[in-house]
């Protein structure tokens, strides 16, 4: 399959097109899966069906039946304006248009390169009689060319024996069925019915592939009674929480377009996506999750509207409010450990274990900004310092040898328990600890990263993000290593978490999914 390196090379033509660049990450080392509900482009070759999106880049194996990618260009803008696609029947290379221009990607090499054209472009073509003449654009001031070896634009004839990319009108056309333009899915996101948007002929004219604005890509091979839906992705592009599961991670996502959430399953070798819908048994639903734990196939998440419950095995979803025990519906942090599930509000604290909600703190009503869980010890986050939740103390409790520095009583943004160990975030700088009880003051990080957002513990030390980037800092430095938004970073990070082999990281524009012997120092 397609993978390794990207090699970049942008010529000097293109630097007006594309302002940015990230450093050429290998889809192995970083992989950023978004939405894939859009399509904006679908070419066949022999052996292959390319797909595009706004962002991304796939490719279909209909002989493996499994995907290859997602490909992002180095700068993120490349494929927002793609409109349409051809395969050069020379060496099975992608030539996309842009209404402003085109772009080239080598799938052998992995390598991209654009240009930009003096007018909007209409349509895109080879020559059947001169299929080493180049791509020939249309534009709304007649034909050029892009010749092999040049990279650039210039006027030209249009070509004798157009091979053009086909169209969702001829798609409608030749299959009946698919005439009233609406996607088979049933909807695209936030429950609007979604529209075919691309089309191309499956390879030897058997069938059709077809790509929506909101429901992604489907195929419909000969034979076929009805479309197959072929699935990569999340269902939005805005991550707001990930945990960890058995073969992968479990995602939350904003949906991207109107309202509603979904629950999606992503394998960690890219290989399988599964999504849920909320399917609430409740008269109220959510808008955001602002955090996921989960318990063997049980998810807990914390929402606006209360503690949602996913059982993924069988599939069941419910939402606990106010009204089954939780002191405010405003669920703002929940965290799993052998003591059962911590559940932070924004007035008070409770335990979920057994099945059952057990009240802690009844006289507190901080918000819970962040919890985490130690035994029968619940630590607590608030706007004005780290606590503990004790089932025999009716409020939160300062925990001792927290005197020392006023750094201590900050707002704290993030927690995490494990092996006798708390560590704690608060907005510029890290605190933990030790297993001897000894509290020990992190060096600020805000100066490399920025205001901080989220962070992992990791090897004798912790991976950090912050409003710029993130990195892997020592317990007594700042990060040596930065990885910045948005060059190698696509959006604002909202949590981090630890599998296996890679980190994963819930971000404002897609998952992302880094191996970790890249971010080792």
């Known amino acids: 399959m397609l993978r390794g390196t990207v090699v970049v090379a942008w010529l000097a033509g293109t630097a007006g097109l594309l302002p940015a660049q990230s450093r050429p990450w290998s889809i192995a080392d970083r992989a950023i899966v978004g939405s894939f509900t859009r399509i904006s482009s679908i070419a066949v070759a022999p052996d292959r069906v390319y797909v595009s999106s706004p962002t991304a880049l796939l490719i279909w194996d209909p002989r493996l039946r499994r995907w290859d990618g997602p490909f992002t260009p180095p700068d993120s803008s490349t494929l927002d304006r793609v409109f349409t696609a051809l395969v050069d029947p020379l060496n099975n290379s992608l030539w996309l248009a842009r209404v402003d221009g085109w772009v080239h990607f080598d799938p052998y090499r992995l390598n991209w390169q654009t240009g930009p054209v003096p007018a909007v472009v ?6 059947f009689d001169a299929p080493g003449a180049g791509l ?3 534009t709304e001031q007649g034909w050029g060319v892009v010749a092999p070896g040049k990279n650039q634009f210039s006027p030209s004839q249009p070509p004798k024996r157009p091979l053009q990319p086909p169209t969702v009108t001829e798609a409608l056309a030749a299959v009946p069925a698919l005439r009233a333009g609406v996607a088979p899915g049933g909807g695209g996101q936030g429950g609007r019915a979604a529209s075919y948007s691309a089309a191309a002929r499956a390879f030897g004219g058997h069938g059709w592939y077809l790509g929506t604005w909101g429901d992604g890509l489907f195929s419909l ?14 269902p939005g592009e805005r991550v707001s929480a990930v945990a960890v599961a058995a073969g992968g991670v479990w995602v939350a996502t904003d949906w991207s377009v109107g309202p509603g959430q979904t629950l999606s399953f992503v394998a960690s070798d890219l290989s399988e996506f599964r999504w849920t819908a909320p399917g609430v048994k409740t008269e109220r639903s959510f808008g955001a999750v602002r955090a996921l734990a989960a318990q063997g196939p049980v998810l807990w998440g914390a929402t606006d509207q ?3 419950r996913w059982n993924t095995e069988p599939a069941e979803f419910e939402l606990i409010g106010g009204s089954r025990g939780l002191p405010d519906s405003r669920v703002l942090s929940v965290a799993a450990g052998e003591g059962g599930l911590a559940v932070g509000t924004a007035a008070g ?12 703190t009844p006289g507190s009503r901080d918000s819970a900004l962040a919890v985490a869980v130690s035994g029968d010890t619940i630590w607590v986050g608030t706007s004005h310092g780290l606590y503990v939740a004790l089932p025999i103390e009716p409020e939160f409790r300062s925990p001792a040898g927290l005197e020392g520095s006023p750094a201590f009583r ?10 006798g160990i708390v560590v704690a975030m608060t907005e510029d700088r890290l605190f933990w600890r030790q297993r001897t009880g000894t509290w020990v003051l992190g060096p600020p990080l ?3 990263l920025g205001g901080l957002r989220a962070f992992t513990a990791y090897r004798g030390g912790f991976i950090v993000a912050g409003e710029r980037g993130f990195g892997f800092s020592p317990p007594d430095s700042v990060p040596r290593r930065i990885f910045r938004i948005p060059d190698d970073v696509p959006g604002e990070v909202r949590q981090l978490v630890l599998s296996e082999d890679y980190l994963w990281m819930a971000t404002s524009r897609g998952l992302v999914r880094w191996r970790l012997d890249v971010i080792r120092p």
């Open 136 to 138: 020939f654009v249309r």
């Open 349 to 360: 604290v409770v335990r979920v274990r057994g099945g059952s909600i057990e009240p802690l």
């Open 122 to 127: 209409q349509g895109i073509a080879f020559d």
């Open 446 to 448: 805000t100066q490399a």
């Open 410 to 419: 900050s707002r704290i943004r993030g927690l995490e328990s494990a092996d």
């Open 221 to 234: 091979l000969e034979g076929a009674v009805t479309p197959e839906r072929l699935r990569f992705g999340l």
């Open 306 to 308: 209360g503690l949602a």
